[in-house]
């Protein structure tokens, strides 16, 4: 008797402990952001998700132009149970605040080069209008009408993007040259420069270099 006694006691006093599943209640300040639970699509604006005994679930939610927000809730002995409430106060995401959709990001334009204009001033012009944006240049030879900036370089809160410019001599008769602006993104923060690696072409250009290609079609161009 004595015994069940024991017994029943520390069932009452396990089972209170016990892990059980969990239900977090998903909610963004974005109706229509998406929330997704382990790679799959779970609803938009608002989701209750559950986390089975034991387990872990991943929860990322995401609207284009804003950042992204990502959370893992863990259901496990030892670990904080998970919220029963859990909202993302979305923020508009810098990079794309900063910079502008464009066709003319990493895209080689031919410049037809104004006939009246001499070879020399021509050459110089276009160092001219490279500096008004950028502060190195890498490498300039005159000779074979080839220049290129060194990579400009800005962080954002998700973001690091990468920007140069490269002018080199399409064909002599008419003089002609082609301009690339390269625009690269890197998906995370204080990215190296040099990591090439971690850098893919992006389609847009920061708002301080969108009038680059039009300056030398304006100032160079046979108009």
């Not at 599943?21 to 998700?49: C, F, H, M, P, R």
């Not at 002609?176 to 990215?191: D, I, N, R």
Request: aromatic share 8%; net charge positive; proline share 3%.
């Amino acid at each position: 008797m004595k015994l069940k006694s024991l017994l029943a006691a520390s069932l009452f006093l396990v089972a209170p402990f016990a892990i059980k599943a969990q239900t977090v209640q998903i909610s963004a300040s974005e109706a229509d952001a998406k929330i997704i639970v382990d790679g799959q699509i779970l609803g938009t604006g608002n989701a209750k998700i559950k986390v089975p005994k034991n387990s872990c679930v991943n929860v990322k939610v995401q609207k284009s132009g804003f950042l992204r927000y990502e959370q893992t809730f863990c259901n496990k002995k030892g670990m904080a149970e998970p919220p029963k409430k859990q909202f993302f106060d979305m923020k508009k995401d810098d990079a794309e605040e900063a910079s502008i959709k464009t066709d003319q990001a990493n895209i080689d334009f031919s410049i037809e080069i104004n006939k009246s204009q001499d070879v020399s001033e021509v050459w110089k012009r276009a160092n001219q209008i490279v500096t008004d944006y950028f502060d190195a240049i890498e490498v300039a030879d005159k000779e074979t009408s080839y220049l290129r900036t060194s990579w400009s370089i800005q962080s954002f809160q998700q973001n690091t993007i990468r920007t140069r410019l490269i002018i080199k001599l399409s064909k002599s008769e008419p003089l002609t040259y082609k301009v690339k602006l390269v625009s690269e993104y890197s998906g995370a923060p204080l990215t190296s420069v040099k990591a090439d690696e971690q850098f893919h072409d992006w389609d847009r250009v920061l708002r301080k270099y969108q009038n680059v290609i039009s300056d030398f079609t304006t100032r160079l161009g046979n108009q």
